[in-house]
């Protein structure tokens, strides 16, 4: 797969005939080898001039990166980044399966990238690791969610994406806003009321009388 995707066809016939064998590929088990036929029959389809021939691609294309969306949470972010650059430039395979870009309440958050990349991993962890720099060790889920559901936002689907969009603002646990990295910037909170000012506390009681004997007259 990766040796086809850096061959470049002569002409549309030959391309077609390459994605006619490479299709049955995006049936497989194995997650690596879908991503890789579909990267191969992106490249491909830049020759390819057939309309219907391409709207028959993605008919196909869609249901295997809709399936690798069901697998585990690293399986899931790899599958999101790969998917965030094929709607870039193919919005049309998945411009009918914006739904399934939804959040969902038990989606991950962060995905630990140590299991995407083991030099991550085997890392010295010799000092703590800073707060700005938990996107490079950890993947975002939802943020790529929603990124991807703002790119197939279309004049068809807008009114289910922003009503979407309010169940999220209105949500106690929103995520939008836990998908935030953790180095954004928000408002800082309000001032909280002051108290009421209270009268001042003498610094120093007056001394009673001395005490004195009546009979005596004497301190």
Same mark, same amino acid.
């Given at each position: ?21 490479? !299709? ?16 191969? /029959? /992106?490249? @491909?389809?830049?020759? %390819? ?21 069901? =697998?585990?949470?690293? %399986?899931?972010?790899?599958?999101? *980044? ?7 430039? *193919? ?18 958050? @962060?995905? =630990? ?9 085997? =890392?010295?962890? *010799? ?10 060790? @950890? ?30 603002? !209105? ?5 939008? $806003? =836990?998908? $935030? ?34 009979? !005596?007259?004497?301190?």
């Amino acid at each position: 797969m990766d040796s086809l995707a850096l061959y470049t066809p002569a002409d549309g016939r030959e391309s077609e005939s390459i994605i006619e064998r490479v !299709t049955p590929r995006l049936q497989h088990a194995n997650s690596a080898v879908v991503l890789s036929a579909v990267k191969v /029959i /992106i490249k @491909y389809m830049d020759l %390819i001039t057939n309309q219907d021939a391409l709207k028959a691609l993605y008919k196909k294309m869609a249901p295997p990166l809709v399936t690798l969306l069901s =697998s585990e949470p690293e %399986i899931q972010y790899v599958a999101l *980044r790969n998917i965030n650059l094929i709607v870039q430039k *193919r919005p049309t395979i998945l411009s009918h399966e914006i739904k399934v870009f939804f959040c969902k309440y038990n989606d991950p958050i @962060y995905v =630990s990238r140590a299991a995407l990349d083991p030099s991550i991993a085997s =890392s010295p962890a *010799r000092h703590p690791r800073p707060r700005h720099s938990i996107s490079r060790h @950890y993947g975002q889920v939802k943020m790529e969610k929603l990124e991807i559901m703002i790119k197939l936002a279309s004049d068809r689907n807008v009114d289910q994406v922003l009503m979407e969009l309010k169940e999220y603002s !209105t949500e106690v646990s929103s995520p939008g $806003l =836990s998908a $935030l990295p953790s180095h954004a910037h928000l408002p800082p909170p309000p001032p909280s009321p002051l108290p009421p000012r209270l009268p001042p506390t003498p610094t120093h009681h007056p001394l009673p009388p001395p005490f004195t004997d009546k009979l !005596t007259d004497r301190p």
